[in-house]
């Protein structure tokens, strides 16, 4: 069973009436089985049209990898394939790479984002007793506070606007002796001096039918030469420098060159129209959760930058 949803601003549950949430002066709509406490038209409306348009690519169970369980295992240490009989929120769920080990792993999983990546995610993981999906602010999840044994919230917390409020906001909502599990970029050499940084500046503020196509265009262009150098640790640092595509070829050489080619177009997409794009190192990561009076913190560099999972002391 889920907990009801709750209004944070007015400390109080939400009442369901027909199709519909509702509290004080907020109403909630249910849309397509999801309710929507945020409308569409944020700054990540860009990341839900990347969903739509690339929408099982990175699931193992389409890419027949375990390129997902692999990142989401490490996070999860002691409580990798112990997930079942604990309540999990994940914030900013996208598709739902992560979504469907969780699942696997007996979750009773709340799936968040902020974008239309909800529709998409819903699709590939539909609602049962283990699963709902809703449309909600990661700064403004509709759950009381100490609602989740577990709180995860991966390739997001970058993107938002304030890193540190972001990983108080879901600290907040774990439970007494649960776990949050985040990650976030951080710095290195090889994100300095790249002309990528240009093409975001112009691609960020374009809708996604200029967004996409621009970035097929460079895929198309640049992705061949990253295959060729992929053997070559020099070339390959050079080419970043030039090339703003991400390419796959030598972290995930098991992915065939279909896959390659899709990789690279969702996160050539995903690293040339966020938003926001925050850095932060391992040490001021490790501070924000000593900040918050965590406990028991892992905090390493790995990943896409940062991974960090901590407990709430009971
Ligand atoms: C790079 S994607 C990562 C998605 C998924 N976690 C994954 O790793 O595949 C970032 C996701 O965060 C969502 N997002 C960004 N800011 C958010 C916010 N404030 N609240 C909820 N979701 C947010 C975007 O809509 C997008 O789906």
Not at 39 to 63: P, R
Not at 99 to 124: F, H, K, P, Y
Not at 272 to 280: A, I, V
Request: with cysteine.
């Amino acid at each position: 069973m889920f907990p009801l949803f709750y209004n944070r601003k007015y400390n109080k549950p939400y009442i369901k009436e027909g199709n519909q949430f509702i509290c004080e002066d907020k109403t909630v709509e249910v849309v397509g089985e999801i309710p929507r406490f945020v409308n569409e038209g944020s700054y990540a409306s860009l990341f839900g049209d990347q969903w739509k348009q690339y929408k099982k690519t990175q699931l193992d169970s389409f890419s027949g990898t375990s390129i997902s369980a692999n990142r989401i295992n490490r996070c999860l240490g002691p409580l990798k394939g112990n997930l079942t009989g604990k309540f999990v929120l994940e914030a900013g769920c996208g598709a739902g790479r992560f979504s469907e080990i969780l699942l696997q792993q007996g979750a009773t999983l709340v799936s968040a984002d902020m974008s239309s990546a909800v529709e998409v995610n819903i699709e590939n993981f539909p609602v049962s007793d283990k699963h709902i999906v809703i449309q909600a602010d990661i700064n403004d999840i509709p759950y009381a506070d100490e609602t989740f044994d577990v709180v995860i919230c991966m390739g997001v917390i970058q993107h938002t606007p304030n890193p540190e409020a972001t990983i108080k906001n879901l600290y907040e909502l774990v439970k007494k002796g649960g776990t949050l599990i985040i990650d976030h970029y951080t710095i290195t050499k090889s994100q300095l001096f790249r002309l990528a940084y240009f093409y975001r500046l112009y691609l960020r503020n374009k809708p996604s039918t200029k967004t996409i196509p621009y970035t097929q265009a460079l895929v198309k262009r640049y992705l061949p030469l990253h295959k060729k150098f992929a053997g070559n640790k020099i070339m390959s640092v050079l080419l970043n420098r030039i090339s703003p595509v991400v390419s796959y070829y030598r972290a995930f050489p098991q992915l065939n060159d279909m896959q390659q080619q899709e990789w690279a177009l969702l996160d050539t997409h995903d690293s040339l129209t966020d938003w926001f794009k925050n850095f932060r190192s391992k040490k001021s990561i490790y501070n924000t959760l000593v900040k918050l009076g965590a406990t028991g913190i892992w905090c390493q560099y790995g990943g896409n930058g940062v991974e960090a999972s901590c407990k709430k002391p009971e």
